[in-house]
């Protein structure tokens, strides 16, 4: 039975879902959206980590270890899909709540 107290929580959720703050930040979030500030801190890490790993592989570049540069380019490009996809998993847990318009 659909209550109103679920209604309101449900409505509640889609008014912070809606707000956006900082969408080029949660490209790096490992959630959809940035709810709290824990959420926040997780995806400034990410950025962190993803930037670190740039500026190394241009660094083993310059120093001629490609393998290692190679290496960390893959890594580099596995964080942001790791990342898309925890987002997906993520989204596809909301779905299942009943939608607003019942």
Known sequence: ???????????????????????????????????????????VFYALLFTMLIVSSYLALYLQHYWS???????AISLPVRLRILRQAHARKRVRQLPLSM
């Open 1 to 43: 039975m659909i209550t109103r107290s679920k209604l309101v929580e449900q409505l509640r959720d889609y008014q912070i879902r809606s707000q956006h703050k900082c969408p080029p930040l949660s490209f790096f979030s490992p959630k959809p959206l940035l709810s709290n500030w824990a959420d926040v801190v997780a995806a």
């Open 69 to 75: 540069s190679f290496l960390i380019i893959g890594l």
